[in-house]
T-cell receptor, first 114, second 110 residues
Framework: AAGVIQSPRHLIKEKRETATLKCYPIPRHDTVYWYQQGPGQDPQFLISFYEKMQSDKGSIPDRFSAQQFSDYHSELNMSSLELGDSALYFC?????????????FGPGTRLTVL | DAKTTQPNSMESNEEEPVHLPCNHSTISGTDYIHWYRQLPSQGPEYVIHGLTSNVNNRMASLAIAEDRKSSTLILHRATLRDAAVYYCILSNFGNEKLTFGTGTRLTIIP
């Protein structure tokens, strides 16, 4: 079965550079979530989108922005990178709708800021 | 969001049942109880969810206390592949972001 695809899987950047992380949800899933997991920490919710509109926002720095495109893929843009941004970034998708749906997580993008 | 409390770690022998507890004394009437797990070097994975009644699926069972202030995830026969961090999470329908706590790190002893 198709799964959530994230690219790139690994990314190394210097401080103050920018990074773009991409997420391709499972086909027919219209809702996307982004989570950040720092070293030795638990995942933290960043932002979510439903039908290409932002649906919720968590502890996402102002240096970060995200959007969901017409094909439902999503991109997380990160500017002025800091050492503390080094983390695993997970994307999750769900079908949405009127009943509860589980979130399906991708394998994550490991961002290292040097 | 209502908070959950879980033991930091638990150990279990392979092929034996495992009971993972979760306390959520401030749960609201519309909060669902979710369990996700995260295997080493992987993204979180859905295990099971429930509202009031006990639930069973191919992975596990969820036992919910009558007052809903606690729940227990039951793995009927643990295998080495069940070694993971297990998260008990509450969320409302319509506000389904997952707020991860510290979870329980489950170690399976061969």
């Amino acid at each position: 079965a198709a799964g959530v695809i994230q690219s790139p899987r690994h990314l190394i950047k210097e401080k103050r550079e920018t990074a773009t992380l991409k997420c391709y949800p499972i086909p027919r899933h219209d809702t996307v979530y982004w989570y950040q997991q720092g070293p030795g920490q638990d995942p933290q919710f960043l932002i979510s989108f439903y039908e290409k509109m932002q649906s919720d926002k968590g502890s996402i720095p102002d240096r970060f922005s995200a959007q969901q495109f017409s094909d439902y893929h999503s991109e997380l843009n990160m500017s002025s990178l800091e050492l503390g941004d080094s983390a695993l970034y997970f994307c999750a998708s769900e079908p949405g709708g009127i009943s509860y749906n589980e979130q399906f997580f991708g394998p994550g993008t490991r961002l290292t800021v040097l | 969001d209502a908070k959950t409390t879980q033991p930091n770690s638990m150990e279990s022998n392979e092929e034996e049942p495992v009971h993972l507890p979760c306390n959520h004394s401030t749960i609201s009437g519309t909060d669902y109880i979710h369990w996700y797990r995260q295997l080493p070097s992987q993204g979180p994975e859905y295990v099971i969810h429930g509202l009031t009644s006990n639930v069973n699926n191919r992975m596990a069972s969820l036992a919910i206390a009558e007052d809903r202030k606690s729940s227990t995830l039951i793995l009927h026969r643990a295998t080495l592949r069940d070694a993971a961090v297990y998260y008990c999470i509450l969320s409302n329908f319509g506000n389904e972001k997952l707020t991860f706590g510290t979870g329980t790190r489950l170690t399976i002893i061969p």
